[in-house]
């Protein structure tokens, strides 16, 4: 069973940049799923950031875009994100998920969530 | 961007009883329309991937239709662990979710 791991501070200050890291266990990072990453505010609903697969292929939410960079890893089996310029609007718990491939028109993207880490909270504040 | 309107926001219901929660898209979407649950302090987990399939583990209760712009969940017997909030979520040139419909005992 795959699991994941998100790592990284829990603090961060207005204007710096946001840096998690997911860490996958249980089975290859490097198969045809995609690694997501996506967020929750406090008492508000799920926002999606991003994505990768093992290629190294990103799609990301354009209202986040300009400021988001997800890298993999698939040495250390582990998926990064960043999110730059950051302010209290940022404040979320992020969760690091697998998302089943979804195929349309023979352009693949991900598809449904099907195993998520337990997800971090990160709190920007000076 | 295709955006997702759940509704009602909240339901107040008994166990044992029948709800079907709706969600409704701005713009047709493709066949795959997922329904999330998502208890206090975790992570969502999946329960419906292309409008009507369950996911592993899921009882045979919740079920999922619709095509189109329209989908709904059904769970056919609400038990003590069903109450929570439902997303629904879809794919066009990237995932929206809904804004969720919490499901709250009476």
């Known amino acids: 069973q795959v699991q994941l791991q998100e790592s990284g501070p829990g603090l961060v200050k207005p204007s710096g940049t946001l840096s998690l890291t997911c860490a996958v266990s249980g089975g290859s990072i490097s198969i045809s799923y995609w690694w997501s990453w996506v967020r929750q505010p406090p008492g508000k609903g799920l926002e999606w950031i991003g994505e990768i697969y093992h290629s190294g292929t990103t799609n990301y939410n354009p209202s986040l875009r300009n400021r988001v960079t997800i890298l993999v890893d698939t040495s250390k089996k582990q998926f990064s994100l960043k999110l730059k310029s950051v302010t209290a609007a940022d404040t979320a718990v992020y969760y690091c998920?697998?998302?089943?491939?979804?195929?349309?028109?023979?352009?693949?993207?991900?598809?449904?969530?099907?195993?998520w880490g337990q997800g971090t909270l990160v709190t920007v504040s000076s | 961007e295709i955006v997702l309107t759940q509704s009602p926001a909240t339901l107040s219901l008994s166990p044992g009883e029948r709800v079907t929660l709706s969600c409704r898209a701005s713009?047709?979407?493709?066949?795959?329309l997922a329904w999330y649950q998502q208890k206090p302090g975790q992570a969502p987990r999946l329960v419906i991937y292309?409008?009507?399939n369950r996911a592993a583990g899921i009882p045979a209760r919740f079920s999922g239709s619709g095509s189109g712009t329209d989908f709904t969940l059904t769970i056919s017997s609400l038990e003590p662990e069903d109450f929570a909030v439902y997303y629904c979520q879809q794919r066009s040139n990237w995932i929206t979710f809904g804004q969720g419909t919490r499901l709250e005992i009476k």
């Open positions: 998920a697998r998302a089943r491939p979804y195929c349309r028109n023979a352009v693949c993207s991900g598809g449904p969530i099907d195993f």
């Open positions: 713009q047709r979407v493709s066949s795959f």
């Open positions: 292309d409008a009507s």
